[in-house]
């Protein structure tokens, strides 16, 4: 059969108005499949997603082709199922800072999807003068190469156990070396997460997933500022670069995760040190000069306190940033800011942010200096309608933070799903994306299927199920 370009994973969604009716749609589904098994699966899937009506019973399940369609359909482990009983809840962005950037982040999705591609491509351009690199040549080392890395195959356990563990691996590629050293210096890393966070977000609306209300973590937040159009794009990118260089030239410090809340933190600050971030009732950071952190260190280690250091260079969000102030304040000046058109949480004050507050130089500065109220704001953005929380950008400690911090509320469930692997989880990330799309799917968000497919051209198929 004839058929245009498609993933190499496919989503394949069905619903039915009872349970009975799923599995009896569930078993017809796997009999069309082994009756057809010469026809493209995702001809299949866009007829499913497309032409299917969606009730509230639902069931989805990511997969390659038709013979692994068959195995997972029979395979309790891969088929999600849901009953859909309440009215569409909204979708929250979460965008994370620092800390799970890594290397060939998002790579299959720049290969397979073109407005992800796009959205890269436009900032890195925009972005080499400013940077004096280019900045897709750190984050994709292999991307010009005739041999690029294809994206990771699952393997039995879907995790690669010595990343996971920070244990590094065999350098078997110069590139790859070099690329992460740059890709771990401030002046790079802060645009890169704002790249591949602004990217993957553009690649989330076109599919009609839109965020009712977001949060950033911060470098994170600036993301949102941009979606929510306080700073255009090209602003946006101008300010992530120059604050990250202003950075990069203050003094080294040092950043110390600790398992107190912040009235157990108030005392240990001193002129060396302040508190960073609020993460949870009992989840801390502690930033300041590299001597002052290590005798603290020792000191709430011997208390029996599990404390650990966070891979940095500087010491974000802490005193030690001040000096960059005064610049940081004069460049924002110069820029068009606006009141913003998506609501987003203020990691400054831990509550929504003001139209006045965005359009303030001076909240830039404190956004910069002052500690993340993380665990406030994720409090307060929760009692808004108890969104749906996808993290949008590498890993899920924001998914994790936020499990801890919001109220389980019996009455409504916690739906927090992830978009983009941890470095060392060894799924494709176009497989976890989808399957991240189909969770979606499950709970009641309506996917703009249309949108899905704006790349695509899909013949049309008869299909019953």
């Given at each position: 059969m004839l058929t245009s370009h498609s993933r190499s994973w496919q989503l394949l969604?069905?619903?039915?108005?009872?349970?009975?009716?799923?599995?009896t749609a569930t078993v017809n589904l796997a009999d069309y499949l082994r009756q057809h098994r010469d026809f493209n699966l995702a001809d299949i899937a866009q007829k499913l997603q497309r032409e299917q009506k969606a009730f509230k019973h639902r069931r989805m399940v990511v997969?390659?082709?038709i013979e692994d369609a068959l195995v997972a359909l029979a395979d309790p482990r891969r088929v999600l199922t849901n009953n859909q009983e309440t009215a569409e809840r909204p979708v929250a962005f979460m965008f994370p800072g620092l800390g799970t950037h890594y290397v060939n982040m998002a790579w299959e999705?720049?290969?397979v999807e073109p407005v992800f591609r796009a959205s890269v491509d436009y900032c890195c351009e925009f972005l080499q003068p400013l940077l004096g690199e280019d900045l897709r040549d750190v984050i994709y080392p292999n991307r010009a190469s005739q041999q690029d890395q294809q994206s990771p195959q699952e393997n039995s356990s879907g995790l690669d156990l010595r990343k996971m563990?920070?244990?590094?691996?065999?350098?078997?590629?110069?590139k790859i070396v070099a690329a992460t050293s740059l890709l771990n210096q401030t002046h790079l890393a802060q645009p890169a997460i704002f790249v591949i966070e602004y990217a993957l977000a553009q690649l989330l609306i076109s599919w009609g997933i839109r965020p009712a209300v977001m949060i950033g973590y911060s470098i994170g937040e600036y993301v949102a500022a941009t979606l929510a159009e306080v700073l255009s794009l090209d602003e946006g990118l101008k300010l992530i670069a120059a604050r990250a260089e202003m950075i990069q030239k203050l003094p080294s410090g040092a950043m110390l995760a600790v398992p107190l809340s912040p009235t157990e933190i108030s005392p240990l600050l001193n002129n060396k040190l302040s508190l960073s971030a609020v993460n949870g009732s009992s989840m801390g950071v502690i930033a300041g000069e590299t001597d002052a952190i290590e005798v603290l260190e020792q000191q709430l280690t011997k208390k029996g306190l599990a404390c650990r250091r966070l891979e940095t260079s500087h010491a974000f969000h802490s005193h030690m940033m001040e000096s960059a102030s005064s610049d940081l304040r004069e460049l924002v000046t110069t820029f068009n800011l606006q009141a913003p058109k998506i609501p987003y949480i203020s990691n400054v004050t831990g509550t929504w942010i003001t139209a006045a507050s965005a359009t303030n130089p001076d909240y830039w500065v404190k956004h910069m200096c002052q500690p993340v109220l993380f665990a406030p704001g994720i409090q307060e953005l929760w009692k808004q309608q108890y969104p749906i929380l996808l993290e949008v950008g590498p890993g899920q400690t924001l998914g994790s933070f936020a499990l801890q911090c919001i109220e389980n509320n019996s009455a409504v469930s916690q739906i927090i799903l992830p978009s983009l692997r941890y470095s060392y989880d060894r799924k494709p990330d176009l497989a976890f994306l989808l399957k991240t799309l189909g969770r979606l799917w499950l709970t009641g968000v309506q996917i703009d299927w249309a949108g899905f497919y704006a790349q695509e051209s899909r013949p049309s198929i008869p299909l019953s199920v």
């Open positions: 969604v069905i619903s039915a108005q009872t349970d009975s009716e799923l599995k997969c390659q082709d999705l720049y290969q563990l920070g244990r590094s691996q065999t350098p078997t590629d110069a």
